[in-house]
Each structure stands twice: as structure tokens, then as C-alpha cells.
């Protein structure tokens, strides 16, 4: 009987051990994968696309989708499904690359998206990123995003928020875009300061891009393995109201997934 109280607190401290191991274990295996960071949140929607659209206008897409250029140009279809896959061309007359964007709704989280640059122009870009259209802090509520670009073949990952969209740092570069002078220096400074640019391999397959934003960083893996991260305050809004994805002009998309973690 008198071994017996060392031995549970041997039991229990051997049982303490592995505990705090499983603990570090699940810690490392997150670290540097963001889609299982992701997937230990709770999913927001998901979107397969396994249905055809019912027509042209914002909501054609369904699923709780909305287009923020649909309605601009009725008569044509910039957004098709087709195979499971959707697949969007800009009309060059609705003045403003297709935006389409789903509600979201987290602070730290983001988005697996299985996408293809199907080559069908010249360069190509998507856009992948957050919106809050609530706030006043950045015009027209863009937050932060990455940008990928076929030619440049480079990921461009943006804060927005306190960059080109705040008001005041509008205000201060308009008179130069007008009048086409140089900004001053600290001005570019400041905007050169909330972006990154990181380069990938820019073809027309099929990858899976994971794009997250936690606290003041955000970053973006690319099939698997991490491709670069960015730290600005604006990536640490409390609220990514919206999920957005803007081709310029031709992207597919297959499959998407967006999850809050905070
Ligand atoms: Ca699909």
C-alpha cells in the first residue's frame, strides 16, 4: 500500500508529460501549415460549384455569391459554370475587373481556393482577399489582399486598409496622380511599406492557394508550401466581412473553402 501513492503520482505525471508532448506535437504540426490552422477553425461555407448559374446579374452563381460588376453589363455573362468549375471573363465595359465576392465574417482566418490562370488572355491575374464595407477607416471597405499576376509572374500580398484605400492617404496622393508628379518620399515609403511581392511560377495548371491573415500578418501558401508573408496593421481588422475574388480578366476557380479561427 505504500507504493502506491508514488506510483499515481508517477502515473500521473508520465500522463502530464504525454499530454504537454500531443500539445507541443499539434502546435508543430500547424506551424508553417496554414491550411491546418485553418481546418482547426470552424468552416464558414464552401463552395464546389457543382451547379450551373441562373443567368447574368449579381446573384447568378447562387449559394449566397454576389457580383459587385455583374449588374453593370446584363447582357453579358462573365461568370460561367461549367464542369464543376467557375469560370470568369471581365467584360472591359463594366470599367472595372469582375468582383465577386460571398459573406465571411472572422477577425483571424481565411481561405483555400483551388484556382487556374486558364490562359485564355495575354497576363492574368486573381485576386484573392477581404472586404469590409462597413468601415469607414478604407474606401470602398478593401482590406487586404493577394494579388497573383501571370505576367509579372509574382504574388503581390496588400494592405489596403492603411495604405492606398485610408482616406487620408487618398487624399494626399490624389493631387500628385493627378498632375503625374513623383510622391514624396515618404509618402511612397509608406505605401511601398504595406506590400510584398513574392514571386511564383505562373502557369495555367491547377494549384491550391491558402491565404490567411493572423493578427498584423497575413500570408500565402501555395500548393503546400508557404510562399510569403507580410506584416501591416491593416491585416489585423477585426472584421473580414467579406470573402472577395476579382479576376483581371480570365481566372477559374473549382473550389473554395473559408474558415474562422478567431
Ligand atoms: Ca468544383
Not at 206 to 220: A, I
Request: charged fraction near 25%; hydrophobic fraction near 40%.
Amino acid at each position: 500500500m505504500s507504493h502506491s501513492k508514488p506510483c499515481a503520482r508517477l502515473v500521473v505525471g508520465i500522463l502530464s508529460i504525454v499530454v504537454l508532448l500531443a500539445a507541443c506535437g499539434a502546435r508543430i504540426a500547424h506551424a508553417g501549415d496554414d491550411a491546418a490552422w485553418l481546418k482547426s477553425g470552424t468552416l464558414i461555407f464552401e463552395d464546389s460549384f457543382d451547379r450551373e448559374e441562373d443567368g447574368n446579374l449579381a446573384k447568378a452563381i447562387g449559394n449566397g455569391w454576389n457580383s459587385a460588376t455583374a449588374n453593370r453589363v446584363p447582357d453579358e455573362k462573365q461568370a460561367d459554370l461549367d464542369g464543376g468549375v467557375l469560370k470568369v471573363m471581365s467584360s472591359a465595359k463594366a470599367g472595372h475587373q469582375a468582383h465577386i465576392h460571398h459573406d465571411a465574417g472572422f477577425e483571424d482566418g481565411g481561405a483555400i481556393v483551388r484556382f487556374k490562370l486558364p490562359g485564355l488572355s495575354k497576363t492574368e491575374s486573381l485576386t484573392v482577399g477581404f472586404v469590409d464595407r462597413e468601415t469607414s477607416k478604407a474606401a470602398a471597405g478593401h482590406l487586404c489582399y493577394a494579388v497573383l499576376t501571370s505576367d509579372p509572374p509574382q504574388v503581390q500580398l496588400l494592405d489596403r486598409k492603411t495604405g492606398y484605400s485610408d482616406p487620408d492617404v487618398s487624399k494626399r496622393r490624389q493631387p500628385y496622380l493627378k498632375s503625374g508628379e513623383k510622391l514624396p518620399d515618404d509618402l511612397q515609403r509608406l505605401l511601398d511599406s504595406k506590400m510584398k511581392f513574392v514571386p511564383w511560377k505562373a502557369d495555367h495548371e491547377w494549384h491550391e492557394l491558402v491565404l490567411v491573415t493572423e493578427g498584423d500578418e497575413m500570408r500565402v501558401t501555395l500548393d503546400g508550401k508557404p510562399l510569403g508573408s507580410h506584416r501591416s496593421e491593416g491585416f489585423a481588422h477585426p472584421m473580414k466581412r467579406w470573402f472577395s475574388l476579382l479576376m483581371n480578366p480570365s481566372a477559374w476557380i473549382d473550389d473554395v473553402k473559408v474558415y474562422e479561427v478567431k
